[in-house]
């Protein structure tokens, strides 16, 4: 399976070898961790590698998947920062904003990555102001016309909100 997946990659036909390949890492191959570790991964085959794991949602599957997608970082890409800003929403504010600031960056949607600092803000209740932040990422957001954003808006509005409400 290794040397079938090596033969993959080395007649460009990545999608093949890496099907191959996670299934090879997944069995803890060490040649194959090693010989994937070790090649110059391009940002969109680092991403499909970290999309593919990320599907697979199996509890050794998370590590992979931010692998490949900080490997996918390292090259500069917008949609890998992204990623890594909603899969550490959950566990790391601190991680998960530097990963939404760096997608601006890059050029990734400033209104997409505003919705969903909003919806950080707005579940983390660790931290202070927290829906005054909210508010404010999901009104630069539906300033430019994100409807999701507006949506979450007038829910704080109908709660009680006074910030949203204004």
Do not use: P
Request: proline content about 0%; some cysteine.
């Amino acid at each position: 399976q290794y040397t079938l997946a090596r033969s993959y990659y080395e007649l460009n036909n990545f999608k093949k070898a890496i099907i191959l390949f996670i299934n090879l890492i997944e069995q803890q191959h060490v040649l194959s961790i090693s010989w994937v570790k070790d090649q110059s991964l391009s940002a969109d085959q680092c991403l499909l590698l970290a999309e593919h794991f990320e599907l697979e949602n199996k509890k050794t599957s998370i590590e992979w998947t931010l692998y490949f997608y900080k490997r996918a970082l390292s090259k500069e890409n917008n949609k890998a920062a992204f990623r890594l800003g909603q899969l550490y929403s959950d566990s790391s504010l601190d991680n998960a904003c530097e990963y939404f600031s760096r997608a601006q960056q890059l050029g990734y949607s400033e209104v997409d990555c505003h919705f969903e600092l909003g919806k950080l803000y707005e579940r983390n209740d660790l931290i202070e102001n927290n829906l005054e932040m909210a508010c404010e990422f999901y009104a630069k957001a539906a300033m430019k016309h994100h409807e999701l954003s507006l949506k979450c808006l007038q829910n704080l509005a109908q709660s009680g909100n006074m910030i949203a409400q204004m």
